[in-house]
């Protein structure tokens, strides 16, 4: 490919991505070739209740401190945004760890009119996976590869050769008759006060199932707890290779950011 045919598909090289997220709002402006942040992130508590409305507000807020920055891009640019519920063609679907409210909600719609300025919308662990495959832990991995995150709740994303397919909701199999996230996200071990070993008893059950429904190539693990995968990806036993995730917590940012140049057409 010539330089020109390569920058007519790069045509930007920053973008912004915000991650919403249970208990903060995060954004941030991201180096669209290196897959990491341009500066600091910025953070603001996700508002009590998580309504639509109250979460507009906020996620305006954080663009507009991003885009007020030195070397932010255009204020016509798109902005990516990850949401931790089945996002179907900008639509809400599901709302597991935020208020009930956002069942049904157009969320593209929302936030492109509180942003003024085009959006894409997609799931939170979507955005943390295609983040992971295309900078992180799962780059160049050809097959399956299944990054699951352990927060508030369990995300999950498949990419297969380097294509996702979106919506994926591992966090809710049903394992031993519980909702799985219910007894093995992050937020399940701090509740109950865990020891790392009986936690990683709960993984080691809830990976071997989706292990055998999906034959990955390799597994992720994402989410903030990540940062602590010593402590419990050495205690697990699988056939498959499982990674931290190299882009801890940024990912999602990451992710919604280059799903957003991507969906636009100003990045390939
Ligand atoms: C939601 C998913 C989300 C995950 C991580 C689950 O409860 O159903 O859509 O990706 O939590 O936030």
């Known amino acids: 490919m010539s330089k020109d045919e390569k920058s007519k598909k790069n045509k930007i090289s920053t973008a912004i991505g915000l991650d919403i997220g249970g208990t903060g709002i995060k954004g941030g402006i991201v180096d669209l070739k290196k897959g990491k942040l341009v500066g600091d992130r910025y ?9 639509p409305e109250a979460v507009a507000e906020v996620v305006a807020q954080i663009v507009t401190e991003l885009g007020s920055r030195e070397g932010a891009p255009d204020a016509d640019a798109p902005v990516g945004i990850t949401f931790p519920a089945i996002i179907h063609e900008g639509v809400a679907l599901s709302a597991a760890n935020v208020d009930k409210s956002w069942i049904d909600t157009d969320v593209d ?3 492109t009119d509180a942003l003024n300025r085009p959006v894409q919308v997609m799931n939170d662990a979507d955005a943390a996976g295609l983040a992971e495959v295309r900078y992180g832990a799962g780059e160049g991995v050809e097959g399956t590869v299944l990054v699951i995150t352990l927060g508030t709740g ?5 990419i297969h050769d380097g294509i996702l397919v979106p919506n994926l909701e591992l966090g809710h199999l049903e394992v031993d008759g519980h909702d799985a996230e219910s007894r093995a996200s992050a937020s399940a071990r701090e509740r ?3 020891a790392w070993e009986d936690y990683a008893v709960r993984l080691q059950r809830y990976f071997s199932h989706v292990e055998f429904l999906f034959s990955p190539k390799l597994f992720v693990v994402g989410g903030g707890i990540s940062k602590r995968s010593e402590d419990f990806l050495p205690r697990l036993d ?3 290779p499982i990674k931290p995730a ?3 917590n940024n990912a999602g940012i990451v992710g919604g950011a280059l799903q957003a140049a991507i969906h636009f057409g100003l990045r390939k």
Not at 43 to 51: F, H, L, N, Y
Not at 154 to 158: D, E, T
């Open 192 to 194: 109950e006060d865990l």
């Open 238 to 240: 699988l056939r498959t």
């Open 43 to 51: 953070r603001i508590d996700t508002p009590k209740p998580s309504t």
């Open 109 to 111: 719609t929302l936030f």
């Open 246 to 248: 190299a882009l801890k």
């Open 154 to 158: 369990i995300g999950s994303a498949l």
